[in-house]
């Protein structure tokens, strides 16, 4: 992520965490290998719609990456 710091340098530890813009479903955080299971294009686990919304992170950035997809930083 970049927010006016260093950018984000990939990392094997990143995590993925998607948003459907039509009924605001966040995704669990997914690990590589796991969103390479899912192949391309994501869908919303609830509505089924294509998913356009997505932030790829590292653990440390996981408060940031949420808020960044308009959620919290639970």
């Keep these: 992520m970049h927010f006016g710091h260093a950018p984000h340098v990939d ?8 948003r459907c813009k039509r009924c ?5 955080e997914l690990t590589r290998a796991q969103v390479g299971a ?6 919303c686990d609830h509505c089924h ?3 356009t919304s997505w932030v790829r ?3 440390r950035e996981r408060a940031a990456a949420r808020i960044a997809l ?3 930083s639970s």
């Design 70 to 72: 308009g959620g919290h």
């Design 24 to 28: 605001d479903w966040i995704s669990p």
């Design 57 to 59: 992170f590292h653990p």
């Design 49 to 51: 719609t294509k998913v």
């Design 38 to 43: 899912l192949g391309v294009p994501w869908y």
């Design 11 to 18: 990392s094997p530890d990143d995590l993925l965490l998607m």
